[in-house]
Each structure stands twice: as structure tokens, then as C-alpha cells.
């Protein structure tokens, strides 16, 4: 087996409710994503990854599926789908569906007709008796709850839930599990989709309900996390339906290292094609994300190169739907947003892997401004909120958390234009807009030769027409406290990728001012022997480092 996807692809990722709203509800639409496809293609990217818009009650923002085959009515209707996936085609980009595979709604079919009684949806769900009035077993859950709730009406009975109480988890012993799931992706693959984001997709296999070794976060881990059963099943949806249909699928994995990771995509293992993970993303926490401390460029560097020289193929990002915005983690910002988001925009066209740009990135859009708890909607903030209470955590340090942590920081809606509703909406938002959009939009970035778009842009297009940043090997150079640099390599020639990750200015180190001739600069003008706050800068060498 290869790669299912060229690997001089860039994808965008929109999440749905938050793009652009066209009917004045206040929600992002499909139809505000087909208004949006000539910004999207003139960015250069090849692929648009959808958060979902299955039909669902919303409890965690679509990922609470209620029909895996019908589209949420806020966001439009199967002919609006349809009508994006060709529009979508015609300009060259084909449209990625998340797949949300571990757990359904509450509210689906398949759950409902559980709790009637019919022992056939009975078993497409984990659904246990107590112990001695206890629980069914110890473990945790991601979202601070109790992982298990009441089933129905009985006294004894309950199920899992390793996320919200309305997402019941769905029992992967069962092979009728498998088929339907094999029937969703069947569905949506032959309205044209070319691929999958596939959500938690690790956990999904629980080998034993055993009580698990008590830890400080997730107790039962060992039972489910990259289970055995877990690898058979990717083997057999990529072999008997991604393959036929050439499509690629990406896997979220959580708590995964390298050795698991290259379990779940090394090609000869017919799994998936690239995944994700979070260790880049926690160079500025302790323990858990919830505990904050200043982010460590040279951590960062150090993660990054750990998983470049570790996997084959990188699914390769810094901010997505649940994640603070990469550049607000930067504590020496300041007034540096615009040459801070150039330089990510140099970063991630230079690694090796697939590239996932996030909706607002382009731009450089910062962590949301919330005043307090009010103004969020997120699930997952209002229960650690509330466990951090019922910890005693003094509301002001809990606050603080939640602003800092809060996956509303990413999810605040898009940045069009300085005009009322930033050219998101004409009604009342769902989500606060961050009150930068008067000067952080797409509409005044659109006429900066020197901004963050034109930027993203001229990466993008640097990125899909050079073999090297295409295909090339990655090469560690140089990992200081503030610089970063790279070498991507490929059939004797080669590229220096040299990154000041910092707002101040600073040296450019001995090591690489030998590297050939320069190419690209996030600045119009710099020293040539210093690097100025959060300057991105790609040399050409005519040999190797």
C-alpha cells in the first residue's frame, strides 16, 4: 500500500458553524462555505476538511452525531452538500468529512431503539450492571465527567461515555458495528468526498472493562488507548473501503508516542495514512493543559524534530477547532501578531508531511476576548470549570484557566471585514467575535502585499511546486533557545528553513551563515547576519549541510 494522498497537498480546515453565515441565524452554513471556495482556492490549498455537519443535537458542537446520513438543518440541506463538493471540484480542491466513529448521540436512532429494549442497538453500545452498587468500573473520562451514565430507567444498568453524557460509546466487539460504519463511509464517498478525519480514532476499541490503574487523569487508559483490536479495524475499513475508493484517512490520536503512532500509519501496516498528535502542543503545560506555563521554543523545536525524524509522514499543524491560536501562546507577542503569524506560515510549509492550516490562520486571528464564563459555549470548559470548583480553585485562577485552555479560543467566528458581524453574520452571533476583527480581517489582509495572507499564500505556493519541501527528507540543523533551523533535502539539492520562534531580535547563529542564498523572508528588509523578531527566513544551498 502507498500514500493516499499527493503528498503536495494542503488542506484547510473549516469548522462549519463558525465560517460564514448567509441566512442571518447567526451559524456558519454550507452555503457560506460555497460563497467563500474563490478565497479558499486563491489561498492555493487542495483540500477542505468539514467538521461535522451531520444532523445533531449539538451538545458538543456536531461531534454528538444523530444521522450520519443527513446533514444538520442549520447548516443546509444534502443539495447544498452536494453543491460544494462539485463546486468545490471544479476548482480543484476536494472536500475531507470528519468521522466521528467512537461514540454516537444520544439522540440517534441506533441509541434510541437501545433503550426500547431491542437487544440488537443494545449491543452497538456498551451498556453494563453496577457492582454491588457501585459503578461498572473506575475509569475516567475526557471531559471530567463520571464515564458512566444511567441507561433508561433501570436502577442497575448503565453506559460509557468517555466524553459527554449524550455521546454513548459504540461497542467495536460487535461486527455490526463495523459494517454500518463501513456503510456511513460508502455514503459519503460516492457524493464525492475523497477522504477522513477520523476523531479520537484510537480509543475506539476498549479491550477490557477492568478497573484501571488510578491515574491523575483518564484512570483505565491501558484498556483502550491503541488497542490491538483497534489496529485490526482500521485494517479492514482501509483495506475493504478506503483503498477501492482511493481515498486517505488522518487519525486524532491522543496519548499516543512514536512507537504507537508508527503503528497506526506506517504504510506497510494498511492503516491510516497520517495522524495526529499532541506533544507539540503541550510545550507550555504541566502535567495537563488546564496548567499553564510559557511556552519553550526550544521544546517546541525539540518535539518537532523528535516527530520529523520519527515517522515517515507527518500530518503537520499548529491550531485547529481544539486548540488555543498557536501565536497567543507566544508571552513576548506583543505588538509582533502579523510577523509572528508569517513566520508559522513559514514553519509549517517547511516541515515534512501534510500541512493543516486552520480557518482564521490565514489572517493571523488570536485567542478569543472573553470577559467570563457567559461568554463560552464550549462543553468541555463548563465541566472543568465546575471540577475545578468542586476542587476549591479560587474563581479567579479557575477563570484564568478556562481563558487560557478554553477550545472557544479557536472556534470564535471568522474575521471577513472590519464592517458589524466582521462579515460573518448579519444576525447575533453564536460565539462572541473577538473584538480585533476591525483590523484582523480578511477584507483589509486582502490588500497588504507585505500581510499574513500574502504570506500564507506565497508558502502555499512555494510548498506545492518545490520538489524539496514536497517530497525532501528532513534534516535537523540548529535548536537554540530562540532559533530554529531545518534542512529539507532531496536528489542533492537543499533547503535551510531558519526560524527566530521569539519577539526579539537576535544573532543569526555561526552555524548558519554559511547556507546559501536566501529565498524567501518574512521581512522586506533585515540584517543580513540577524534575525528580527519572529523572522522566518528559507535558504537554497547547492549542496547538503
Not at 460508502?186 to 477492568?210: A, H, Q, T
Not at 531580535?505 to 547556507?515: I, N
Request: hydrophobic share 35%; proline share 3%.
Amino acid at each position: 500500500m502507498s500514500l493516499n494522498i499527493a503528498k503536495d497537498a494542503v488542506i484547510y480546515q473549516i469548522y462549519p458553524r463558525s465560517y460564514r453565515d448567509t441566512d442571518g441565524d447567526g451559524l456558519g452554513d454550507i452555503r457560506g462555505i460555497i460563497e467563500s471556495l474563490d478565497h479558499i482556492a486563491a489561498l492555493g490549498v487542495t483540500h477542505i476538511w468539514l467538521s461535522p455537519v451531520y444532523q445533531s443535537p449539538d451538545d458538543d458542537n456536531g461531534y454528538d452525531i444523530a444521522d450520519y446520513k443527513a446533514i444538520q438543518p442549520a447548516f443546509g440541506t444534502m443539495e447544498d452538500f452536494d453543491e460544494l463538493v462539485a463546486q468545490a471540484k471544479k476548482r480543484g480542491i476536494g472536500i475531507v468529512m470528519d468521522l466521528v466513529i467512537n461514540h454516537t448521540s444520544d439522540e440517534h436512532e441506533w441509541f434510541r431503539r437501545a433503550l426500547a429494549g431491542e437487544d440488537k442497538y443494545r449491543n452497538y453500545y456498551i451498556i453494563r450492571k453496577g457492582k454491588g452498587g457501585k459503578l461498572p468500573n473506575n475509569w475516567g473520562n475526557f471531559f471530567a465527567e463520571c464515564p458512566w451514565a444511567k441507561f433508561g430507567d433501570s436502577e442497575d444498568e448503565y453506559y460509557l461515555h468517555l466524553f459527554s453524557k449524550k455521546q454513548p460509546d459504540l461497542n467495536w466487539h460487535n461486527p455490526d458495528v463495523l459494517e454500518e460504519v463501513k456503510d456511513i463511509m460508502r455514503f459519503w464517498l460516492d457524493r464525492g468526498v475523497v477522504g477522513f478525519r477520523c476523531d479520537v480514532i484510537n480509543v475506539i476499541y476498549k479491550s477490557s472493562l477492568e478497573n484501571g490503574k488510578r491515574q491523575l487523569v483518564l484512570t483505565g487508559r491501558e484498556h483502550f488507548l491503541s488497542q490491538e483490536g483497534c489496529h485490526k479495524i482500521l485494517q479492514e475499513l482501509r483495506r475493504e473501503v478506503l483503498e477501492p475508493y482511493g481515498a486517505f484517512a488522518v487519525g486524532e490520536t491522543v496519548f499516543v508516542d512514536t512507537k504507537k503512532a508508527h503503528d497506526l500509519c506506517d504504510v506497510a501496516r494498511g492503516e491510516l495514512d497520517m495522524i495526529f498528535y499532541f506533544e507539540h502542543m503541550e510545550c507550555d503545560q504541566v502535567f495537563v493543559k488546564l496548567f499553564k506555563t510559557r511556552l519553550s521554543p526550544r521544546k517546541v523545536m525539540k518535539t518537532l524534530t523528535k516527530w520529523q525524524t520519527a515517522l515517515e509522514w507527518n500530518a503537520c499543524y499548529f491550531e485547529n477547532h481544539d486548540q488555543p491560536r498557536f501565536i497567543s501562546r507566544f508571552h513576548d507577542l506583543g505588538n509582533y501578531r502579523t510577523e509572528a503569524s508569517r513566520m508559522m506560515a513559514g514553519l509549517l510549509m517547511t516541515l515534512r508531511g501534510t500541512p493543516f492550516v486552520f480557518e482564521g490562520q490565514e489572517i493571523g486571528m488570536t485567542n478569543g476576548d472573553f470577559k467570563d464564563l457567559s461568554e463560552v459555549e464550549d462543553i468541555e470548559s463548563h465541566n472543568i470549570y465546575a471540577m475545578a470548583k468542586r476542587l476549591g480553585i479560587p474563581k479567579r485562577i479557575r477563570w484564568k484557566m478556562i481563558r487560557r485552555t478554553s477550545r472557544d479560543n479557536a472556534r470564535t467566528p471568522m474575521q471577513w471585514s472590519g464592517e458589524e458581524g466582521a462579515g460573518f453574520t448579519a444576525g447575533t452571533p453564536w460565539l462572541k467575535i473577538n473584538r480585533n476583527y476591525t483590523e484582523v480581517n480578511v477584507a483589509t489582509e486582502s490588500v497588504r502585499e507585505d500581510g499574513v495572507l500574502a504570506f500564507w499564500k506565497k508558502m502555499i505556493a512555494l510548498r506545492k511546486t518545490d520538489r524539496v519541501l514536497a517530497e525532501g527528507d528532513f534534516r535537523p540543523l540548529y535548536e537554540g533557545k530562540r532559533v530554529y533551523a531545518f534542512e529539507r533535502v532531496l536528489d542533492g539539492r537543499s533547503l535551510i528553513s531558519v526560524c527566530n520562534m521569539s519577539g526579539k531580535a537576535v544573532r543569526l547563529p555561526k552555524t548558519l551563515k554559511d547556507c546559501g542564498k536566501q529565498v524567501v523572508s518574512s521581512y522586506s528588509e533585515s540584517p543580513v547576519d540577524r534575525l528580527m523578531p519572529f523572522e522566518f527566513r528559507l535558504y537554497e544551498s547547492e549542496g547538503e549541510k
